[in-house]
């Protein structure tokens, strides 16, 4: 069974420019999460999907981060613009609850 | 709030030693409750989990959990510990509902001596 798969693996940009983070989910699971994972913290929840429906996006800056999940399948998180801060791993999950969560290998997002 | 915490930012053991990493939830309800090993560059693996009967559970690679209601833990345990173990450590619990999301601890990073 394959498992999320999430590109680009890295990514470096200058503050202020934008970019797009891709996220493919495991065949069948209804519920996509996006965490976000700074250096030496846990992951901390961005935005949660129920098929194309959001379930829970209370901690995500919505001044500039947005995310879609058109169709329930396939998801993109967007920031824009992005600030030095903003430089973490990105962590798509997915799952078919009450299971457990699978993740993908993640987005490292450096901003210069 | 459900809140997750690790006290042990890191942890080093020499290979063939035993482990515990510990972890405290506060949570109102039963918890579901998981254990996820990272290592550089990898995504999360979970090693294993906790929803409800016998309060040790068996995970992958030879570890276990004992999930304690009196002391609200679930510590991680190997007997063992093999170098491949070297990895950062995170205990999460999963919020019961419609929001299924987990909630992390900051994680343990283990370090392991040969």
């Known amino acids: 069974e394959a498992g999320v798969a999430q590109s680009p693996r890295y990514k470096i940009i200058e503050k202020r420019q934008s970019v797009a983070f891709w996220c493919n989910p495991i065949?069948?699971?209804?519920?996509l999460y996006w965490y976000q994972q700074i250096l030496g913290q846990g992951p901390k929840l961005l935005i949660q999907?129920?098929?194309?429906?959001?379930?829970?996006d209370s901690q995500l800056p919505k001044d500039r981060f947005s995310a879609e999940r058109l169709k329930g399948v396939d998801s993109t998180l967007k920031i824009q613009p992005a600030k030095l801060e903003d430089s973490a791993v990105y962590l798509c999950?997915?799952?078919?609850?009450?299971?457990?969560?699978?993740f993908g290998e993640g987005s490292r997002l450096t901003v210069l | 709030a459900q809140s997750v915490t690790q006290p042990d930012i890191h942890i080093t053991v020499s290979e063939g030693a035993s482990l515990e990493l510990r972890c405290n939830y506060s949570?109102?309800?039963?918890?579901?409750l998981f254990w996820y090993v990272q290592s550089p560059g990898q995504g999360l693996q979970l090693l294993l989990k906790?929803?409800?009967?016998?309060?040790l559970v068996q995970g992958i690679k030879g570890f276990e959990a004992e999930f304690k209601r009196s002391q609200s833990s679930f510590n991680l345990r190997k007997p063992s510990v093999h170098w491949s173990d070297a990895a950062e450590y995170f205990c999460?619990?999963?919020?019961?509902?419609?929001?299924?999301?987990?909630?992390f601890g900051t994680g343990t990073r283990l370090q392991v001596t040969l």
């Open positions: 065949s069948g699971h209804a519920t």
């Open positions: 949570y109102g309800a039963t918890p579901y």
């Open positions: 906790y929803f409800s009967g016998d309060t």
């Open positions: 999460a619990v999963r919020h019961t509902g419609t929001a299924s999301k987990l909630t």
């Open positions: 999907f129920q098929n194309n429906g959001v379930v829970d």
């Open positions: 999950a997915s799952s078919m609850p009450p299971g457990e969560l699978f």
